[in-house]
């Protein structure tokens, strides 16, 4: 049965154990939801997203106890208007000193409510190439597993002033923000990294993805490369996840990108319940 930890100041909250696995190892995985008055957004979306990524570790969850967890968080929620963000963290639970998971685990959900982050300007964002280059293994690959050291790293990296840090690939491709999937247009289409090649699959991308297909608009996969960001093909780049919805990106290394054309729709479809679709 999966334990559930509610917030500090709930008259309900306990503590993590010592041993739990995700503190240990980082097994485990989360999510971050963007609450808006009380009613948690692409909800359904990020608890398959959640339990495929369980599957693929071995960590027995059920859609039941993620809907039980979210009720719970809803109803604290309620309470606050506006935007704020909730955390699920799922871990294999206790499991003692060493690697090799208990056989009969019995996992642990974290939860978290907090106040959403303040919204970026109209203008767009300023992000920087990282250093620290974006390993995805393939095992891995889609999950929002707890192991974001790269991601951590990255961040720590980022000048003050820059919104995001973006994580190449081995060939020197734009594979991912620390926090944010890429999404460009090129030649008039818009385009995404391949997303084999990225550490998490964005649950906003999809959402997106599915509102340009009822206009008829296609999103491709294709390898985004530095130089191409200056070159007259290139027509902008937008930062998209579930929390801060679609942003564009005005400077990249300190140099000026164009802003993406039709990005009114994106931003319309970002701010988009999933039941609106």
């Known amino acids: 049965m999966i334990t559930i930890i509610v917030p500090e100041n709930h008259p309900e909250a306990v503590s993590v154990p010592v041993n739990d696995r995700g503190l240990a190892y980082g097994d485990g995985l989360f999510e971050t939801i963007l609450v ?26 059920c859609e039941a106890d993620l809907v039980k967890a979210v009720d719970r968080a809803r109803a604290q929620a309620s309470e606050v208007p506006g935007y704020q963000v909730l955390k699920l963290v799922l871990t294999r639970g206790s499991g003692g000193r ?33 250093d620290i280059p974006l390993t995805v293994n393939p095992v891995f690959a889609g999950i929002k597993s707890l192991n974001r050291l790269e991601q951590v790293m990255a961040s720590r990296a980022m000048p003050e002033d820059c919104y995001e840090a973006l994580m190449p690939g081995d060939q020197g491709d734009l594979r991912e923000g620390t926090r944010t999937a890429l999404l460009y247009l090129w030649e008039g289409q818009w385009r995404t990294p391949p997303r084999e090649q990225v550490a998490v ?51 990249l290394d300190g140099r000026e990108l164009p802003r993406p054309g039709q990005l009114a729709t994106i931003t319309s479809l970002a701010k988009q319940p999933e039941e609106f679709r």
Do not use: W
């Open 36 to 61: 808006r008055d009380g009613e948690p957004q692409l909800l359904q979306a990020h608890c398959r997203r959640m339990l495929d990524g369980a599957r693929r570790l071995g960590i027995p969850a």
């Open 98 to 130: 060493g690697y090799r998971p208990p056989p009969s685990p019995e996992p642990r959900l974290i939860l978290s409510l907090m106040a959403a982050p303040p919204a970026t300007p109209d203008s767009g964002v300023g992000t920087v190439i990282s």
């Open 201 to 251: 699959r964005s649950v906003m991308l999809a959402h997106i993805e599915r509102g340009l297909a009822r206009e008829g608009v296609k999103i491709t996969e294709a390898p985004l490369f530095p130089e191409q960001c200056q070159r007259p093909e290139f027509g902008g780049l937008v930062l998209v996840n579930s929390i801060v919805g679609a942003v564009p990106v005005q400077t």
